[in-house]
């Protein structure tokens, strides 16, 4: 649902002349510094990138699903590790606390979230806890009037710049699967939690990605999310939803991106006394990526106008981001392949583009999982 078109017209406008003016033309140095910018990540608050699905209420745009698609369209536009730097207040880092959490909870921090004040992080998988992510094995252990958290998260974005963690742990020791999981709101200067070094990545540098550590890490009883034990799986499976729709509609962006290059080089370069375009091989691979992000972005903006209106497609949700994100491997592959030896080096970006849509294919939920998700929902549906 767009609220209003000519306001929103205006934000997608100022998102796309960032992309374009500003974004683009660092992506190369951003890459080789592994570092976005302080400067540019103020700019990002300035525009109210951090807060862009957390209401109004709070000091955010309070976006529909609608409009946060439309805007990651345009996101996709660059390099995926500059919206990474807001990304998890967006999503994973900051959807918790806006579903599940006490008026309290969501008084304290969503202002300083939606403003980009504090950095949130998701901590969920664990070294021995990835797809099977019920079977977490980080404790939560009560005390009087507090928590004591123990064990290790892994490949936690954001966790070196992070403020503010929602941690997955478990409550209830006499289960291994998702019902005895809470969600705690752990504060990064809390005595116990410590953060390991940023991981040497395939692609998106610029973004980190680090352990969290909880060493008899003690937290107020009032940080447990929403104030009740053994919710914290569906908070995290909830979370996770719509999470993977924003990241469907990034890959829609990114595969654009790509198609766009495709044909602007395929028109300038000549082989065989002819622009390449004009050859029919190559314009297959124009079409096919085409179609697939044209068959994405369909996929993406229904997902996203039936979650507005107040559904939860969960099993079109897993097939958006099951489509999306392996289509734009697809795109990417083609590219390299329609650049030649000049999409193998990193002069033009094709090759950092190729390794940085990889792990859209892993994160918020491997393809495999979207699977297992589409499936289930279709067999429930079935007996019911
Ligand atoms: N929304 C709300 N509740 C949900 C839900 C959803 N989308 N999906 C599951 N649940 C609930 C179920 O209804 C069930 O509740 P009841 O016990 O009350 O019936 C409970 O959660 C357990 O569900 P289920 O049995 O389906 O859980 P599984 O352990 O089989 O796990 C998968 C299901 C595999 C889908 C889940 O573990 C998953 O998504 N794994 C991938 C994790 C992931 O994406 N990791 C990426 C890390 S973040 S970058």
Redesign the pocket.
Known sequence: MIRDPAVFEQLIDSVRRFVQTDLVPLEARVAEEDRVPPDIVQQMRDLGLFGISIPEEYGGLGLTMEEEVYVAFELGGTSPAFRSVFGTNVG?GSQGLLMDGTPEQKARYLPKLASGEIISS?A??EPEA?????SLRTSARREGDSYVLNGTKR?I?NAPSAGLFTVYARTDANTA???GVSAFLVEANTPGLSVGKPEKKMGQQGSHVSDVIFDDCRVPADALLGGEEGQG??TA??V??RGRLHMAALSVGVSQRLLDMMVSYSTERRQFKKAIAEFQLIQAMLADSHTETYASRCMVLDAARRRDSGQ?P?RDIAAAKYFATEAVGRIADRAVQVFGGAGYISDYGVERLYRDVRIFRI????SQ?QQ??IA?ELLRAAAR
Request: charge should be negative.
């Open positions: 994973i998701f969920l998988t990835g797809s099977d992510a019920g490949f974005t699967d998702g019902s799986f569906k499976m909830k996770l939803d939860n969960v994160y918020e939920g491997t999982i297992l998700v289930k």
